[in-house]
Each structure stands twice: as C-alpha cells, then as structure tokens.
C-alpha cells in the first residue's frame, strides 16, 4: 500500500487516508494508462524516488506531506510478550560449565505441589515442604513469610 501512496504523491494523484487499497490502486492504474509519459521514465523515476526513501526516509519525504512514518514500538505487542513465556528455551551452557541446579527445601527431597516459597531473594533454598518447616494450614501464612534460616539471619541483623 505505501508504494501506491508513494506513487500518487510522487505524480499528484488527489487521494484520501480513508480510501481502501483497491480505491488507491485504482485511481494509481488509471493514472498510469492515461498518461502519454514514457512508460520506462515513469518507472525510472518512480524507482528512484522509492530508493530515496529508502535510503534516507525522514529527508526525502516533503514536511507538508500528510503521510509520515510510524515510530518504533518500544514495548513488544502483547500477543508477542505472552508467546515469549511459552517459548521453548534451550540449553545454551557449554560443556566445561557445571550444571546449576538449585536445592530446594534444606530436606534434599525432591519438589512437590505442597511448597511454601522463601520471601527472601537471596534464601539459599528459596522453596520449603510444608512438613520441613512446621506448617500444618497453608491457609494462616502470613502475606510475606520467611524460612527459619532466614528469619534467623534477619533477627541477627536487626540485633
């Protein structure tokens, strides 16, 4: 569509910004039929104004022109951001590198659904059982809740 705009600019074809694409191309094609210009110049001309845009857009196109350039998004659309979390992650890490594994629970049991993770971000094992660490009713956490290790090392801080 923006090289049928182009065209018309480039020649003066009175067009709308609420004119369809089929409207365009054919206000474009009747231009090029009634026109007793010689097709090759025509699309030697056209080509080189299409290559000017393209090599330096913000200089070529005329200030009073009513078409302009879309700026850059700087945040990704967001049908992107949510197929962004469910994209497949490979394993990047070369050989020599040691797997990183981190140990949840002090336990050394494997992971299950019934885990009450550390508010700390520094907490060594970030995720706990709740029979590792006392808890009997998920129901009465408190909001922000801390592991013994560190519920100890903030108590030692504060002291």
């Known amino acids: 569509m923006s090289t049928l705009i182009s065209y018309?600019?480039?020649?003066?074809i009175g067009y709308t910004k609420n004119m369809s694409q089929t409207e365009i191309a054919v206000l474009v094609a009747?231009?090029?039929?009634s026109s007793s210009i010689e097709?090759?110049?025509v699309i030697h001309d056209f080509y080189t104004?299409?290559?000017n845009v393209k090599r330096n857009p913000t200089s070529?196109?005329?200030?009073s022109s009513s078409y302009s350039i879309?700026?850059?998004q700087s945040k990704k659309p967001k049908k992107y951001a949510q197929l962004e979390e469910t994209a497949c992650h490979y394993n990047t890490r070369s050989r020599s590198e040691k797997k990183e594994r981190t140990q949840h629970c002090s336990c050394g049991k494997e992971d299950n659904d019934?885990?009450?993770?550390c508010d700390n971000p520094d907490c060594k094992h970030q995720w706990f059982h709740y029979e590792c660490v006392g808890i009997e009713n998920p129901d009465d956490l408190p909001k922000k809740w801390y592991c013994p290790e560190c519920q100890k090392s903030m108590n030692n801080k504060s002291s």
Not at 30 to 33: D, G, T
């Open 60 to 63: 070529s196109l005329s200030e």
């Open 8 to 12: 018309a600019k480039a020649f003066g």
């Open 70 to 72: 879309p700026k850059r």
């Open 49 to 51: 104004k299409t290559e």
């Open 39 to 41: 097709e090759n110049k």
């Open 114 to 117: 019934v885990m009450v993770e």
């Open 30 to 33: 009747n231009h090029f039929v």
